[in-house]
């Protein structure tokens, strides 16, 4: 059974840093494209950044230079390093795990950020 625990959530004032892991279980994350999303309510959720197996990441425009996401094969967890929060950055953030036509979803983590 596959598990994305996510953890490292919660309440931030603006300008300040959280970290997000993804544990993964019942897969191994050295092979599958990882990723972070989130969902603001009302919305979709939309892709935050993402890291191939060969390394190669990607991020969306509005987290650039701010955010990096990581991995660590041995640990199969994945991260995402937040730095200089904004208001505009609160909402739940997704763990996924994608091989081929194959998705796994966490259950998700709540980011506030405060002005």
């Known amino acids: 059974q596959v598990q994305l625990v996510e953890s490292g959530g919660g309440l931030a004032q603006a300008g300040e840093s959280l970290r997000l892991s993804c544990s993964a279980s019942g897969i191994h994350i050295s092979i599958n494209v990882m990723g972070w999303y989130r969902q603001f309510p009302g919305k979709q959720r939309e892709l935050v950044a993402s890291?191939?197996?060969?390394?190669?990441?990607h991020y969306t425009d509005s987290v650039k230079g701010r955010f990096t996401i990581s991995r660590d094969n041995a640990l199969n967890a994945v991260y995402l390093q937040m730095n200089s929060l904004k208001p505009e950055d609160t909402a739940v953030y997704y763990c996924?795990?994608?091989?081929?036509?194959?998705?796994?979803w966490g259950q998700g983590t709540q980011v506030t950020v405060s002005s």
């Open positions: 890291i191939t197996p060969s390394g190669t990441t």
């Open positions: 996924n795990a994608r091989l081929g036509n194959l998705v796994y």
